[in-house]
């Protein structure tokens, strides 16, 4: 092979293939070359190793990708002290006869394989490839044991460095795509069978009826009774009586051991914490006064007053089922009185009444009709 490059002109190209020959000239003459000399392969297998870092480590942080790149000069420069010392060992020390270094230098010959066009998956496109023909190449060197030991270096440092690198690229795609990795290696490992697949949990009997339809329930053993909305919104709990309440209850309870199912889909996430019962007394009987001035007491019926006078429940959530809600006293004997309450949430109250006679004085009004309004008070005698 000539030094001379065969000169193409491109506006007189004899051929369609004219530059792709003058690069592969130019490609062998550089084969030739590293060849025949071991200092000048290890600068080109250094800039190959410069050039791939370079790629792989594009899309990392300026920090992190300084650190390996100054890793591999670290490596490239101990690799190459490592040669230049055995190079300079091997050409003090006098050749053996067994060695065949010397008069007596072999020559190696290295059979290039035909190449295979087949192979798709590292070619690039529209690029030209050497004709499948074998070529012969001979390396004559005086010694091939520093191009062996310093290849074999190279190799370690270099796979040493590569398992690094690989091993810190995965380990950060794993925590950024929930261990990847891991999902990947499972795909071999066979599906678990019958004996092996963890049974399902049922889920926990809470122990007592759940209703099926939306609403705020009165639990009362194992009857659930659904509450109705008053019309008349619950006052503040500074103001001590409401305006009156014309319409009797429509849920009765049994007896006052009594919780509350609250069954709505606007309570998920917006749950209070407390929830209040209060108190809704009967006026009985009022007070009037005729034009001389003397009292007379007549019976009322069907007038009620929601007052401020409460129980506090707690509210607990009933873990399959987000949208419901427990609402019950911290107190295991708790026991409403035999009477008419609200079960207020949101200023909404919902309505029932406890079943048997009252005894509880908050339960009964009195109402006295003056010139500037009525008044009401607690009955002596519910």
């Avoid at 070359?33 to 410069?50: C, F, H, K, W």
């Avoid at 091997?90 to 066009?117: N, W």
């Avoid at 401020?308 to 409403?336: G, T």
Wanted: glycine share 6%; aromatic share 6%; net charge negative.
């Amino acid at each position: 092979m000539t030094g001379e490059l065969p000169k193409i002109e491109q506006d007189k190209t004899p051929a369609p293939y004219a530059q792709e020959i003058e690069y592969a000239l130019t490609l062998q003459r550089m084969i030739n070359v590293v060849n025949r000399d071991p200092a000048q392969m290890r600068l080109a297998i250094y800039g190959l190793a410069r050039a791939r870092m370079e790629t792989d480590t594009a899309q990392l942080a300026g920090a992190e990708r300084e650190r390996l790149l100054n890793s591999l000069e670290t490596a490239i420069q101990g690799v190459e002290n490592f040669s230049q010392r055995r190079d300079d060992i091997e050409r003090l020390s006098p050749p053996s006869a067994e060695s065949g270094i010397g008069p007596h230098a072999s020559t190696a010959v290295t059979r290039v394989e035909t190449f295979d066009p087949k192979a798709r998956d590292i070619l690039v496109p529209n690029e030209a490839y050497p004709t499948s023909e074998i070529q012969v190449v001979e390396v004559r060197s005086a010694s091939r044991l520093p191009l062996i030991l310093s290849t074999v270096a190279l190799l370690f440092a270099g796979g040493m460095l590569g398992l690094a690198y690989y091993h810190e690229r995965l380990s950060r795609l794993s925590n950024q795509a929930g261990l990847s990795s891991k999902a990947g290696g499972m795909r071999d490992v066979a599906p678990p069978t019958a004996s092996e697949a963890p049974a399902s949990v049922a889920p926990k009997d809470p122990g007592f009826p759940k209703p099926s339809n939306y609403g705020v329930y009165a639990l009362n053993g194992d009857t659930l009774s659904e509450l109705s909305i008053v019309l008349e919104r619950a006052p503040d709990k500074r103001i001590a009586m409401s305006t009156p309440i014309n319409e009797p209850s429509r849920t009765n309870i049994a007896d006052g051991k009594v919780r509350f199912l609250l069954f709505r889909r606007d309570l998920v996430g917006n749950a209070p914490e407390r929830i209040d019962v209060r108190v809704v007394a009967r006026v009985v009987r009022a007070l009037k006064f005729d034009s001389k001035g003397k009292p007379n007491f007549t019976p009322v019926s069907d007038s009620w007053n929601i007052r401020n006078v409460s129980h506090e429940l707690r509210v607990r959530p009933i873990s399959d089922n987000p949208e419901m809600l427990l609402v019950q006293s911290e107190k295991p004997d708790f026991e409403l009185s035999p009477g008419r309450y609200v079960l207020v949430l949101k200023d909404q109250p919902y309505d029932f009444t406890v079943a048997g006679e009252i005894t509880d004085a908050a339960q009964c009004l009195e109402r006295t009709d003056a010139m500037n309004g009525s008044f009401y008070s607690e009955c002596q005698k519910p």
